[in-house]
Every structure is written in structure tokens, then in C-alpha cells.
């Protein structure tokens, strides 16, 4: 059996358009590292500008050392003034070596400073994306990207355009001495290094869009390993023996990415190889000139010492140059995947009201529908409820009927795509979110298991008395959590989860206790909703925190999503839901005597207990 295949496409194929402008992240990279540290940005230009001009002096320097010994030796020389140069030759060596370890500590200090920001930044645009961003499976692959390289490349890109900087520096001198001998000798110098460099821009471009190409596997990659390693997973993995499955899929994936790299590896080191040579041959071409050029008596022995260093440290110099753009070039698509990502557009808060045109009125679903994006049914149809402070409301209804999409809607992470959902007589689409969402505590069945302390686990549901100890307290109480809390080796100190030293596991039905408690935890909301969150506590319990529940909301509006009718009983409205309708409403007896689809789960639900 393979693993489920994934759609390839070449989004990321570079227009020409793109090619020509895929440099203007190279400016960009550079703002991001000026006002990441100005200091060690200004360190490393000025350790740039030291290597760049000292290599040139020191060969200057050594063709006088070569002719001040020759000269010396045919007794016309000064041997002290060989030594002064010699002095010069060495300060020159260690300055050099000098701006070497000021480009080295401006570096590595700048890649933990510049590589916190990035992360900072991908982190903090996700705080602002909505939830449909998150189920859209080609914007996630934008996320993996922008995460995978992302917080690397703006240093690398910005050491390769320093790096730039320096050996152009250098070529010039190197160029200025070399003139001297022949102008040919420059031209020969720039264009031996062209081969290899138009070989490595082209593989590099090759090399990114099959990173682009393939981000779904390696998602998928990501994701196996989670499953194959994560404590939450172990269990089934291991009892339903899926391992070895998923295993050989993670393998599959693996051999595939392999073979991609492996071609694209040989091709790029068969063809650098094969074009570094014209430029190895174009080094001993004009190696072979000097030579001849000094038995000819053109040239001087210091003169051809000089010359053949610089040649050489030149042709270094335009490779490593070239080598620099085209190194630039593949940072700027890996940049691309991040701005890519950060300019995302998104919806800004479209609403600024702190409190609604008719305090009081409570909540109003009009006519309300909804679809998700990417699809073509509706998840819900023609909604109309309303709910008043102290009313309390049970949703019944069959596995993705609606009832938490309904609750989606109302928390606004979604906005329906027809009608209106209206709070105290303002549309939500009015409000102001952050105002909006503290009105209201939702616990989902599939709430959060926070790898924290016990009560910042009960704190999240009120970030604003999130350290509250006190509170935590009451909550937990309130949602028969404190007992077995208190059992516990550090009480509302121990960390739970397995991911952190020292860390408890709890039950599920513990779990669901501590998210009931996060729900009573905000006490400033006008409405709370609990979405099957007792799912996992036996019936007594649940009955418990029911009554803790509706004691709690005398005065608020109370939603309750369950399949325990024990409960649901208890709300003073009941709404059935049927694909994303609402096909009945009314209070547990006004149901019972409809005989509808009510009636009949419930008399099911019954006879199981008798």
C-alpha cells in the first residue's frame, strides 16, 4: 500500500518578469538586519571593507619583499629595508585575519538576534490569520515554507551581499594592479569564472522550485513523524499495529525526495565541475603569459610573484563573487516564500463597537448560512434563533449536523455568508473582536491540552487573570476538578503532559474536568458555550458540573452541545439539527409529544438504561 498521493504543481516557476526582480528581497534582507542590531551591521561593513582591500596590499607588499631580496643579493638592496617589508607584510596579515574574526562575531551573533525576529514575525502574523487560514491546505504549505528556510536566509543573504561587497572590493585592487601588466589580463580574470556561475544560478532556480514543488511531502513527512512519536498517538499506533504502515509511508516519502535530490546533486556537481575547468585552464593560460612574459625580461621576479598571487586571489575573488550572486539569487526565492506568507492579506478588524444598540436584547441568529470556503453544500441553513440572559440552550443533532459550526459563527471565526448574527442588537460584524470574544467562553470537544502548569491550563480561559491562583481555584471547584487537582504532587504547581520534566498525564475524564474548569474560569462572559466537553466523565459527574453550569448563567446565556439527553433535558430551548437545519425546536416535554426525531433518540438513549 503507498501513502496518499499528493498534487504537484509548479507554482513556484520563476517568470522571466520574476527573474529580473527577484533581487529586490536582497534590499529588504538588509533593512531586516540594520534594525534587527545597527552595531553589529555596521561591524561587519567595516570588517567587509578591511578584507576587502588588505589582500591586494599584501601582494603589493610581496612583490617588494621578492625584489628587495633579489636586489639584496645582487648587492644592490638593503636587506633591512626586506625586513621592514616583511613587518608590513605580517600587520597586513594580521589585519586581515583581524576582519576575518570581526565578519566571524558579527555573523554568529546576528544569526540568533535576526533568527528569533524572523520566527517572532512569522508567529505574530499568525496571530493575526483567521481560522479558514489555517484549514486551507495550500496556505498552510506557505506557512511550512516560510518556517522551514525561512529564518535563515535573510543573514545568509545579507553575509553573501557583504561577501559581495568584499571581493569587488578586492577585484578592483586586484584589477588596479593587474592593468599594469595587460587590460587583457582583467578581462581574461572576470570571464573565466561566467561558466560556473551561469551553472550555478541555473540549479539553484532548479533547486527552489523543488523545494516549492514538494512542500505538501514534506508536510506529510512531518506529520508521520508525529504520529509515529507523539504520546497522544502511541496508543492506537501501537495497538492497532499501524506503525509499520506508517513507517514504510515516511520511508516512501523519504525515497522519493531522495532520488529528486540525488539527480538534481549529480547534475549540479557534474556540470560545476566540468565548467570550473575552462575556468582552471583560463588560471594556467594566463599563468603560462606571466611566466613567459619574466623570461622574456618584461617582467620582474617580485613583479611575477605579484602577478600570479593576484591572478589567483582574483579568480578566487570573481568566483567567490559569483558565487555570492548566485547564492543571493536562491536566498531571494527562499525570501519569497516569507513575504509571501507575511503579506498575506487579511481582513483587518472590520468592527468597533463596545456595546450593543439594544443592551440586553441578547443573541439573534437571522436567517443565517454558511458555507466553507472550498466548498459547494452549505454547512447551515436558514438559522434563525433567539436568546436572552438567563436562557439556556441545548443543541442535539446527529455528527456534523452544524451545531459547532453554529458556535464557530457566534465566536466569529467565521462569518456567515448569508445573514446576520446580532449581539445585543449590533451585528457582529460591528463589534469589536477582542471586546466580542471576551463576552463570550466557548470549551470545544476537541479542546486544548496545554503542555503548562495545572492552573495555567484552568488560567488560559481568562488571559486576563491568567496568573489568578485564586481563581484558578474557584473554577476547578466549580468544575470538580479541585479534589484530584489537590492530589496531585505539586497540587495546581505540576506540569502536565509528558513533553517537560516532571510532567503528570492525566485521564480523559481529568482533561475534560480542567477544560470545564478554563470555562468557568471567565467570569466577565455574557455567554458560554460547552461543546460536548464531559463526554468523558461518567454520568454523575456530568451531572454535577451541569448544575454548576446552569447555576453559573442564571443571568447569561447558556448554549450546550451534548448527546446526553439526561442533560440536555435540563436547557429551557432545544434545537434539533439535520445537515446544517434546524428541524425542530422547543422545551423536552413540547419534543417528546411532537414524536419526531427528539422523541426518537431519546426513548433510544432510555431503553439503553433499562
Known amino acids: 500500500m503507498s501513502p496518499p498521493a499528493q498534487p504537484r504543481s509548479d507554482t513556484g516557476g520563476e517568470t522571466p518578469g520574476r527573474l529580473l526582480g527577484v533581487f529586490r528581497y536582497s534590499r529588504r534582507a538588509l533593512e531586516l538586519v540594520w534594525t534587527t542590531n545597527r552595531r553589529l551591521t555596521i561591524l561587519l561593513a567595516v570588517g567587509t571593507l578591511i578584507a576587502g582591500l588588505l589582500p591586494a596590499a599584501a601582494a603589493k607588499v610581496g612583490q617588494w619583499i621578492v625584489d628587495g631580496v633579489v ?4 648587492g644592490n638592496g638593503d636587506a633591512e629595508t626586506v625586513f621592514w617589508f616583511v613587518a608590513l607584510e605580517g600587520a597586513l596579515m594580521a589585519g586581515i585575519a583581524g576582519a576575518q574574526r570581526l565578519i566571524s562575531l558579527g555573523q554568529s551573533l546576528l544569526r540568533g538576534l535576526l533568527g528569533q525576529r524572523v520566527n517572532v514575525m512569522i508567529l505574530d502574523k499568525a496571530l493575526t490569520l483567521q481560522l479558514a487560514h489555517f484549514e486551507d491546505s495550500e496556505f498552510y504549505d506557505k506557512l511550512t515554507r516560510a518556517r522551514r528556510e525561512a529564518s535563515t536566509r535573510p543573514l545568509g543573504l545579507v553575509n553573501k551581499t557583504f561577501s559581495l561587497i568584499q571581493n569587488a572590493i578586492s577585484l578592483i585592487s586586484y584589477a588596479a594592479l593587474l592593468l599594469a601588466f595587460s587590460p587583457w589580463a582583467v578581462v581574461i580574470l572576470i570571464l573565466g569564472g561566467l561558466p560556473q556561475f551561469v551553472a550555478e544560478a541555473k540549479f539553484s532556480g532548479d533547486a527552489f522550485q523543488l523545494f516549492r514543488r514538494r512542500s505538501a511531502d514534506n508536510r506529510r513527512q512531518m506529520y508521520l513523524e508525529t504520529v509515529l512519536a507523539r504520546e497522544d498517538s502511541a496508543k492506537e499506533v501501537k495497538l492497532f499495529q499501524i506503525g ?22 549529480l547534475r549540479r556537481e557534474t556540470w560545476g565541475f566540468i565548467l570550473g575547468l575552462l575556468g582552471t585552464l583560463t588560471f594556467y593560460a594566463a599563468y603560462a603569459w606571466i611566466v613567459w612574459s619574466t623570461m622574456q625580461g618584461q617582467l620582474s621576479l617580485g613583479e611575477m610573484t605579484m602577478y600570479l598571487a593576484v591572478f589567483k586571489q582574483g579568480q578566487s575573488a570573481v568566483s567567490a563573487s559569483l558565487t555570492a550572486i548566485s547564492g543571493m539569487y536562491e536566498d531571494n526565492l527562499y525570501l519569497s516564500n516569507l513575504y509571501e506568507y507575511l503579506e498575506q492579506p487579511v481582513e483587518g478588524p472590520t468592527g468597533s463597537a463596545t456595546e450593543g444598540a439594544r443592551p440586553g436584547d441578547g443573541v439573534r441568529f437571522e436567517n443565517v448560512g454558511f458555507t466553507y470556503p472550498g466548498n459547494e453544500e452549505p454547512a447551515l441553513h436558514n438559522i434563525d434563533l433567539h436568546l436572552t440572559p438567563g436562557q439556556s440552550l441545548a443543541l442535539v443533532g446527529q455528527n456534523g449536523s452544524g451545531k459547532t459550526t453554529l458556535i464557530k459563527l457566534l465566536g466569529r471565526l467565521y462569518e456567515p455568508t448569508e445573514g446576520r448574527i446580532l449581539l445585543d442588537g449590533t451585528d457582529l460584524r460591528d463589534w469589536d473582536p477582542p471586546v466580542l470574544r471576551r463576552r463570550i467562553g466557548v470549551i470545544f470537544q476537541d479542546f486544548m491540552r496545554y503542555q503548562m502548569r495545572v492552573g495555567e491550563n484552568i488560567g488560559a480561559g481568562d488571559v486576563e487573570r491568567f496568573e489568578d491562583t485564586q481563581g484558578w481555584r474557584e473554577a476547578a471547584e466549580q468544575g470538580l476538578a479541585d479534589d484530584f487537582i489537590q492530589a496531585l504532587p505539586e497540587g495546581y504547581e505540576t506540569q502536565l503532559g509528558r513533553w517537560f520534566s516532571g510532567g503528570r498525564e492525566l485521564s480523559g475524564g481529568q482533561w475534560q474536568k480542567i477544560a470545564v474548569a478554563r470555562a468557568f474560569m471567565r467570569r466577565g462572559a455574557d455567554i458560554l458555550v460547552l461543546d460536548e466537553p464531559t463526554a468523558a466523565m461518567d454520568a454523575e459527574a456530568e451531572a454535577q458540573v451541569f448544575q454548576h453550569f446552569r447555576e453559573m448563567t442564571r443571568d447569561r446565556i447558556a448554549i450546550l452541545i451534548s448527546h446526553r439527553f439526561s442533560t ?19 422545551q423536552h416535554e413540547e419534543l417528546l409529544a411532537l414524536n419526531g426525531t427528539y422523541a426518537r433518540l431519546f426513548r433510544l438513549q432510555a431503553a439503553g438504561y433499562q
Open 71 to 74: 636586489a639584496a643579493m645582487e
Open 244 to 265: 509499520p504502515l506508517l513507517l514504510d509511508w515516511y520511508r516512501r516519502i523519504f525515497e522519493r525526495i531522495y532520488a529528486e535530490d540525488r539527480a538534481l546533486t
Open 568 to 586: 440536555v433535558r435540563m436547557a429551557d430551548q432545544i434545537i434539533v439539527m439535520e445537515e446544517g437545519r434546524v428541524i425542530e425546536r422547543g
